[in-house]
């Protein structure tokens, strides 16, 4: 049956920044598609996701992760193997931005931005990677965004951080695609989230924005629900490095 393809029952996901936006969106929808699911959160004590996915009738737990902390970004695959015994999909979605004109551009916000957007991604990504390589299977899925294509204005170290995580992508594919361990990413076009809030309140900005988006509006979270199920499932088990855009045709235009 092609929608067995989509079937996520006995899988383990882990997934970072899901508390809000299209985090949010994607844990719920890796349950709704059979999943178990870790939550890497900063805040453990924080258990509206948490809930929210067991009404599904999946297994949740929290894995404290704040991707500040290098120690608990190192320990964060180890626990959810720990937890559930290995781990099968894991999706880098957590990430920060700083707006700031690039001859004022602080190292501190350089770094803040390179560290959580890129350096946690190959992290994570490589600590799931040493059990996915050994099971013979796995998925990572990471957040690219239209400036890994783009460079963007006054955000010098967002797309610095995006491009890398594009590349980052292609080469963890390129390695571990005979490992049956196949490393995508998604790319988010322009979605009415919290870090989007200052664009959209720019009515000139917003404006020459939604006139470039063939789909004629901004996206929102639940546009990314089909998305990360397919590149979670066996449905695309043939695609490995490919940046998966989900702009409303922007790219296109």
């Not at 988006?213 to 590149?231: H, M, N, Q, T, Y």
């Amino acid at each position: 049956m092609t929608t067995n393809l989509f079937d996520l029952k006995g899988q383990v996901a882990a997934i970072s920044g899901a508390s809000r936006g299209i985090g949010y969106a994607m844990a719920v929808a890796l349950a709704e598609a059979g999943a178990d699911v870790a939550l890497l959160q900063r805040n453990p004590e924080k258990m509206d996701v948490k809930e929210e996915i067991e009404k599904r009738g999946v297994t949740c737990e929290i894995v404290p992760c704040d991707l500040e902390n290098k120690t608990q970004v190192k320990e964060a695959i180890p626990k959810v193997v720990s937890a559930f015994g290995k781990i099968d999909i894991l999706v880098n979605n957590a990430g920060i931005q700083r707006r700031s004109p690039s001859v004022d551009f602080s190292e501190e916000d350089w770094d803040d931005v390179i560290d959580i957007n890129l350096k946690t991604v190959w992290t994570l990504s490589q600590q799931a990677g040493k059990y996915m390589v050994e099971q013979q299977s796995g998925k990572i899925i990471n957040m690219g965004s239209l400036l890994s294509y783009q460079g963007g204005l006054n955000v010098p170290a967002y797309a610095a951080a995006k491009g890398g995580v594009a590349q980052v992508t292609k080469a963890l594919a390129n390695e571990w695609a005979k490992e049956n361990v196949n490393v995508n990413a998604i790319v988010p076009g322009y979605i009415a989230t919290d870090m989007n809030t200052a664009l959209i309140n720019d009515e000139t900005r917003s404006r020459q924005i939604l006139e470039r988006i063939p789909a004629d509006r901004w996206g929102s979270p639940e546009d990314f629900k089909g998305a990360v199920v397919f590149l979670a499932s066996t449905a695309s088990n043939y695609v490995n490095g490919h940046l998966l855009s989900v702009d409303g045709g922007w790219m296109g235009r």
